[in-house]
């Protein structure tokens, strides 16, 4: 339907399963979480993070701004689950522009 969506594919073959069934394109890689039971990534500006079974994704951030926009490299969870780091470009006080990294912890479901 012309939207960027997230699918999954044994390494043995089969057919492919749809996870998410979102109105806006996955804007960045992405990362699963350890326990294999997430995935984060970008979407609409915002920081996401998708259920693997259920395909529900919740926004984890709000949209961005033109002072503040997502970049496409990966939302990483961090080893132990709780965190997702990720890196936004930022306009900074007189006029120049650089990339920062920033870390969240996850809310409780």
Known sequence: EGVVQLWTISPKGGQPRQITRNSWDITSAFTWSADGESIAHTMDGSVCQTLVRTGETRRLTGRGS?????????????????????VRWVKRDGGDEANQICVMTLPTR
């Open 66 to 86: 033109p002072e503040s926009i997502l970049r496409p490299e990966a939302c990483v969870f961090s080893p132990d689950g709780p965190k997702i780091a990720y």
